[in-house]
C-alpha cells in the first residue's frame, strides 16, 4: 500500500507538470512519471484528442501569426503613407524607419500581454481553461477589428492592446488544456505540435504580406483582417469543448471531471487515471503561496533561471528578426518586394529547424544544443554585421546580399532548435511542485516584457548602431552562452522529483549557495498523509522511499 501510495505521488506530480506548461514559441516540461502505473491507464486515442490538437494548434497559430506579420504590414506603402509618412527620418536605410510611434504598434501588444498571462493564471484556475482559452480568441478578434478598422494611431494601438490581452490568455491557456486532456503516451507530441504551430502561424503571416504587398492603399488592412481565421478557430472550437478533467475537479466538479475523462479516453474504466488527477490537485491545493517560496534562498537557482533563461532568449535578438524582418532586409540593400520574400524564406527555415529540436532534445541533452546553438548563433551574427558594413562600402554586390541572407537563415536555425524551446522547455522542468505555478509564471512574464522591450527600441537601435546591432546582440550571445556553461544543469532523463537533488547536491555553483539552506516542509500537512516523504524539494526523494 505504501508503495503504491507513492507511486500514485509520483504520477500525481507528473500531472502537474504537464499541467503548469506556458509556451510561446518553445516548448514543454515533460516530467517523469511512473510507467508501471500508467500501464493500468485504458483508453486510446479519440476524435477528441485529434479536436484537441487543432484547438492547440489553432492557438499557437494566432501567437505565430502576430508575430510574423507586423513587419510586413509596416513596410506596406500605404500603411506608412497613412501612419508613418512624416516620421521617416532621412534617407539613411538603418534609420529609415527609426520612430518611436511605429515601434509602439509593435511592442504595446506583448505589454498587455505580459499582464494577459498573470491574470490568465488566475482564470485558468478559478473560470477553466475553456473560458480562459474562449476569452483569449474574443480578445484577439476584438483587437483583429480594431487594427484593421484603424484610421488614426490611437485606434491602432488601442487594437494592439486588445490583440495583447488575447495572445496572453491563449498562451496561458492553451498549453496547458492540451497537456491536460492528452492521453500520457501523446502529451509530449502533442504540446511540441504546438510549438511547431507557431512557427507555422508566423511563416503564413509573411507569406500573407508577401500576398498582399500589391494591393494598393488597402493590402495592410487585409493582411491584418487575416488574424480573424485563427482566433475564430480558438473562440468556437473551445466553445465546443468541454473543459478539462484536472480543472473540473479543481472547481469541486468530480463527477463532470470523470463523465470528461471517459468521454476522452473512450472507456469507463478511468478510475486509475481519475484517482491521480485527484491526487494531483489535493497536492496543488497544499501549495499556499509560491511566489513566496521561490524568493528562498533553497530556491534562488530555480529563481534565477526562470528569470535570466527567458531574458536571454530575447536578447539574442530574434524576434527583431521576425518583428522587423523585411525593414532589416531593406537596410541591408535589398528592395522591398525581396526583403518580404528573404523574410519568408526564413520563417520556412524556422519552421524546418524546429523539427530538430523535437528529434534531438531528449537525446543529446538540453546543454548540448544551448552550447551549439549559442556558438553558431555568436558566430553567423559577428559574421553577418562585418558583411552588412561591406555590403554599404561596396554596394551591388548580389553575392554579398545572398551570404547575408544565408547567413541569417543559420542564425535562426541555431535559434530554433536551441534558445527557442529550450528557452520555455528548462524554466520549466526545473522547478519543484512548491516553486511550479510561481516559477513558470515569471517565465512567461519575463518573456514577454523583454519581447516588449525588443519591439519597441530595436528600430532606434539600427538607427544608432547600425551593422553594429549584429555585435551588440552577439555580446549577449556570448554571455548567455557562457551563462549556461556555468549555470544551467544538464536535465535531460532526470525523474523531475530528482532535479532538485541535482541542482542541490550535484550542480557545482547551486550546490554551495544553496548550503545550508533550511528545507521547507509541505503546508498543512496530515501525520502519515505520506506528503512528508516526497514533498519535492526534499532531501528524501521519491526513488529513496520507494
Not at 508501471?36 to 484528442?49: D, F, P, S
Not at 488614426?152 to 490583440?163: K, N, S
Not at 492540451?178 to 505540435?193: K, W
Not at 521561490?294 to 529563481?303: A, E, N, S, V
Amino acid at each position: 500500500m505504501a508503495a503504491d501510495h507513492v507511486r500514485r505521488l509520483r504520477v500525481a506530480s507528473w500531472h502537474l507538470l504537464s499541467s503548469r506548461v506556458t509556451m510561446g514559441g518553445g516548448a514543454v516540461a515533460v516530467g517523469s512519471f511512473d510507467a508501471e502505473r500508467c500501464k493500468l491507464y485504458t483508453g486510446h486515442t479519440t476524435g477528441a484528442v485529434i479536436l484537441i490538437a487543432v484547438i492547440a494548434a489553432s492557438g499557437g497559430l494566432l501567437f505565430g501569426f502576430d508575430n510574423g506579420i507586423t513587419g510586413g504590414v509596416i513596410s506596406h506603402s500605404g500603411f506608412e503613407a497613412r501612419f508613418f509618412g512624416h516620421h521617416v527620418a532621412g534617407n539613411d536605410p538603418f534609420c529609415k524607419f527609426n520612430d518611436q510611434m511605429l515601434q509602439l504598434f509593435t511592442s504595446c501588444l506583448f505589454l498587455s500581454g505580459a499582464a494577459a498571462a498573470m491574470v490568465g493564471s488566475y482564470t485558468c484556475r478559478r473560470f477553466g481553461r475553456k473560458a480562459t482559452m474562449i476569452a483569449g480568441g474574443a480578445c484577439f478578434l476584438g483587437g483583429t477589428v480594431l487594427v484593421t478598422l484603424a484610421i488614426h494611431m490611437a485606434m491602432l494601438v488601442l487594437g494592439r492592446l486588445v490583440l495583447g490581452v488575447g495572445v496572453g490568455f491563449a498562451t496561458q491557456a492553451t498549453p496547458l488544456y492540451l497537456s491536460e486532456m492528452a492521453p500520457f503516451n501523446m502529451r509530449g507530441a502533442l504540446n511540441i505540435m504546438f510549438q511547431l504551430a507557431v512557427t507555422v502561424g508566423i511563416l503564413g503571416a509573411q507569406l500573407i504580406n508577401f500576398g498582399t504587398q500589391h494591393i494598393k492603399p488597402w493590402g495592410w488592412r487585409l493582411s491584418l483582417a487575416m488574424g480573424a481565421v485563427p482566433s475564430l478557430i480558438l473562440f468556437f472550437g473551445s466553445m465546443l469543448l468541454p473543459d478539462t478533467p484536472n480543472s473540473l475537479v479543481q472547481r469541486g466538479r468530480y463527477e463532470d471531471g470523470r463523465k470528461v475523462l471517459q468521454r476522452i479516453r473512450g472507456t469507463d474504466n478511468v478510475d486509475v487515471e481519475f484517482d491521480d488527477i485527484v491526487e494531483a490537485v489535493r497536492i496543488s491545493a497544499s501549495v499556499k503561496n509560491p511566489w513566496r517560496t521561490i524568493t528562498r534562498r533553497r530556491y534562488w537557482p530555480q529563481l534565477v533561471i526562470s528569470i535570466l533563461v527567458p531574458i536571454f532568449q530575447q536578447l539574442t535578438g530574434i524576434n527583431a528578426i521576425m518583428f522587423y524582418a523585411p525593414q532589416l532586409f531593406q537596410a541591408a540593400g535589398h528592395s522591398a518586394e525581396s526583403a518580404l520574400l528573404s523574410t519568408v524564406i526564413t520563417g520556412a527555415v524556422n519552421v524546418a529547424s524546429t523539427f530538430v529540436a523535437i528529434i534531438l532534445v531528449d537525446r543529446v541533452g538540453r546543454r548540448a544544443l544551448f552550447i551549439q546553438g549559442g556558438i553558431q548563433m555568436l558566430i553567423c551574427e559577428v559574421v553577418v554585421g562585418f558583411l552588412i558594413k561591406q555590403n554599404f562600402e561596396t554596394p551591388g554586390n548580389d553575392a554579398l546580399a545572398s551570404a547575408i541572407i544565408a547567413l541569417i537563415c543559420l542564425y535562426v536555425a541555431g535559434f530554433a532548435w536551441s534558445w527557442g524551446p529550450l528557452g520555455w522547455l528548462v524554466p520549466s522542468e526545473i522547478q519543484p511542485l512548491e516553486t511550479r505555478a510561481a516559477g513558470t509564471g515569471l517565465n512567461t512574464f519575463c518573456n514577454f516584457l523583454f519581447t516588449f522591450f525588443i519591439g519597441q527600441l530595436f528600430l532606434t537601435l539600427l538607427c544608432a548602431l547600425k551593422w553594429g546591432t549584429f555585435l551588440f546582440f552577439g555580446g549577449f550571445v556570448l554571455l548567455m552562452t557562457l551563462f549556461v556553461i556555468l549555470c544551467i544543469p544538464e536535465t535531460k532523463g532526470v525523474p523531475i522529483e530528482e532535479l532538485s537533488e541535482v541542482i542541490i547536491h550535484k550542480h557545482w555553483l547551486w550546490s554551495r549557495v544553496v548550503a545550508g539552506a533550511p528545507l521547507e516542509t509541505a503546508p498543512h500537512e496530515e501525520p502519515g498523509s505520506g506528503l512528508d516523504d516526497v514533498a519535492p524539494g526534499r532531501d528524501q526523494g521519491l526513488a529513496k522511499v520507494v
